[in-house]
């Protein structure tokens, strides 16, 4: 929703969610951290040619990066970045209090999840027919 709040998007690729929640939310302060060069130099002319001032991007690897430095979010997303528990365990870095991870699903992995028996996430379904996700709450 569109209040200030930092918004943190693990493997960003070609910006989904990140540059959407950007858009959509102007008082959200998104930061988009991408490995690849080529994808973050995509980021970054997505950012300069829509004028996003809310949106940020880090070109570096996610692990290296936090072992020097420290990013805090209130949400954290991660659509395609890594299995599961690579995931919780960096979100677990960065989430302030009561934070929220999100994890993007398509219909295949949400009938493959909904399978297992690991329940730390919440398993939900969109207003949007076939997009779900996984939520945690920190």
Known sequence: TNHECKVVDLGSGAGLP????SIMNPLNQVTAMESSQKKAKFLLDV?????????DVLNVD???YLRKNTIKANYITAKAFAPYEKVIKISEKIALPYAQLIIPLSKRQYDDYS??????????EHSLPDYYYLTQIY
């Open 62 to 64: 996610i692990n290296g």
């Open 47 to 55: 950012k300069e040619k829509l004028n996003l001032s809310n949106f």
């Open 115 to 124: 399978l297992e028996q690991d329940r730390r996430f919440k398993l939900k």
């Open 18 to 21: 990140s540059i959407i929640i």
